[in-house]
């Protein structure tokens, strides 16, 4: 094909200079080496970039997409976290599960529920779609027991200052806020998909 393009060329119009010609004649068997191999690039890349001619192996994934993958992973928590957040003052009321006042169940169960998974509206109920985790992470949930069981959960926010920190609906007068956790007695767990 690039031999079929060059030969042509003498039969050109003669008003046309050689040195155009050769011109067109290596711009045009540069183009036609990238459409005979569509995999390769005229300019190099650094590994793992994908050209626009070409896609990228099948057998490698793209840095992009384990990336990604990665994020996707964990942002559950964090998107959990946002929710908490965006229903700060939001007044608390005993049964209330949302959007504008809520008890402490069932803000966690509207927040979870804007991610897709459906939680029972009580904080005991609440531990059995959960499962135990070795380090905690934003938007797990905690729960609070004393002798009667599990009587109070709120949304994991992280650590700062030391202490770890909670967003919570925690009694009746109060409003949804972030607190630091005042009592040894709980335990944090992760909600199952």
Known sequence: MIGTCISALPRAPRKISRKFSIGIATTLVAGLALVAAPNQSA??????????????????????????????????????????????????????????????????????????????????????????????????????YGSGGVYHVGIYAGKRDGRRWVWHAPRPGERVQKDPIWTGSHFIRRVKY
Not at 79 to 92: D, F, M
Not at 99 to 128: E, I
Not at 129 to 140: E, I, L, S, Y
């Open 43 to 144: 300019t190099s890349a650094p590994p793992g970039a994908t050209t626009r001619t070409g896609a990228p192996p099948a057998t490698a994934p793209t840095t992009a997409v384990v990336e990604k993958k990665a994020k996707k992973k964990g942002s559950r928590g964090i998107r959990a976290l946002r929710r908490a957040k965006s229903r700060a003052g939001a007044p608390y009321s005993y049964g209330a599960d949302g959007p504008h006042a809520f008890d402490c169940s069932g803000l966690t169960q509207w927040v979870y529920k804007k991610l897709g998974r459906k939680l029972p509206h009580s904080s005991s109920g609440q531990v059995g779609h959960t499962f135990k985790v070795k380090k905690p992470r934003k938007g797990d949930l905690v729960f609070f």
